[in-house]
């Protein structure tokens, strides 16, 4: 996409855990701090943004937070001394990984540590799970969806957010036993998700947009991380090329977007006008093109792996279970190298709608 | 480039070295060794090539060197198995990081570690220092450079041989005390350098070519990892577009080169016509186009890095020498990302000729 990127890897493993075994190394809290020390000493701390993802352990969790709160308090400095605003923008997008589907992944102390960060935040990613530990507010149906996201912006005066898969249609009557696995007695699931995203007003209004999207019927893993990733280029790109349309401006020039603390567009921006939209449609339609492909040639790929393993035969319906869980989670690995095109210049296909 | 890469990271360093500080840690052979341990038991071993470089130390050399030699291992028997040549070809591309401009780098039983593995490497790619560490014999004129690569390909059997740059012309009458540092009394060095390389014949004789090239005024690092990361993907491209185009082949089918050993063109095959010969062309192609564009942007850089760090001055001239380093060492980091379309698609600039 073009950016420049410092990886600092909070693993060394194998392969990712959807396989369900693994092995090598989680970098430990002291290890992250050193590496961020050995960035300092050099001044190579010049990043204009910041994506965090998976971090092991509540006190990797902190160091990582550390990080971005020196680098916005540098990026604040520097606002300062030149008297050049813009210069000093820093932009931390925060995807709190923790579980998903009503189960926490992490240890139980990873959460606080997360409600701690996302006050220094300009962007988070939270799946429903993720989004109802946050707010507190368990998500079933438009209303309590509305209500998590004023509670994202509002407690923790996050300036955007977005709940990265939802089912759709959410406004169904509560069903009985409501709070306890309420998805049981709902009909089968809808193969339409949904994308909601917020950009807050100056007041820590919500400006709720949604972009429902097709699922594919096929197994992933690491589409939360593309989501992130490519949001981190797009939200960049988006901004870049929006004026802040201020209409309260009067004569004074419009100061530029990127210019402006976390991005936040003014509160004359509508929903469906908001960089945070046009940054998620275009990250839409690049993964939609990606599993797209991935989807497209997982057959072939899935019967050259039991063919490469059997010999002959590539039918993968007489493996044993745990064979056939490693060749189909290989055949499901994001096709991305080869789809580069997708990546940049992707056909849009899925639009902001309001909420 | 489009190729899906599986990195093993044998450092997480800061930063590059060439800053002279940095922290982070190496990894263990132990853990190189877990890793591949954990991609084979989810079958996550089926790669078609592979590139090392800097490894730290000689355990961790020999970690790396069972990697390749079961891939090997694996490749041939896969072939006879099923009955098609070429499903199981793999191809190391062994880049032997051991030093430079006359000095070792790494700890001294590295060099018989390296030894040891190059007869398993398809192609290698020593700077001139090193080619003569692995050959023994010092390189100070056209005719030992000859015998330098004909020790390389006889005594280790590796097939393809690319020495990364070579002064010119190496053709100079020898200077009194020939042997101990002879480049003393040269005259200044020209601007022009030249890629050396070779792919043997079935009897092991070199077929060498030279690739001179302009060098830029700048000092860069990650020159060495470029030329070998571009090498990999245009080797590959060159052997998948090549025929075998066998004199002796007779009305059999040729085989397709991707098919044989160690991707070794027939012995009638001219140097000038070799695959390796276009892959480093396509590789100098590449770089130069990447080192212009990094050249270019590295004083802006340089001064606002030293704008940012100084308020309002940009010359990096009253900075201590240690700053002057770190910050000239940043703005000298190669333009990759952004220069996406110099490493696709370069406009060929170099060309090989006959030695």
Redesign the interface.
Known sequence: ?????SAL?TV????HTG?K?????R?SAQ?IT??????K????D?FDMMLSGYVPGAAAVEAVGCIAKELREKARA?KT??QSPGRGSFFWVLDPVMGDNGRLYVAEDVVPAYRGLIPYADLILPNQFEAELLSEVKIHDQASLYRAIEVLHSRYGVPHVVITSLPLPLSLPPSPGEGEEPEQSRPPPTRTMSVVGSSMTSDRRPRPFRIPFSVFDCYFSGTGDMFAALMVTRMREAVHNTSTNNPDSGSAPDPRLEDVHSWLSPDGVDALDLPLARAAEKVLASMHEVLERTCAAMGAELRG?V???K??SDSADDLDPR?AH??R??AA?L????N?ACLRNPGIRYHAEKM
Chains 1, 2 share one sequence.
């Open positions: 996409m073009g950016c420049d990127v890897n060394q493993f194998s392969n396989y075994q693994w092995k090598g190394t970098v290890e050193d590496l961020w020390e050995g960035l000493q050099s001044y190579l010049n520097k001394d030149d792996a063919r490469a393993l010999g002959k064979t490693l060749l989670s290989h690995e096709k991305l190298s080869r580069l």
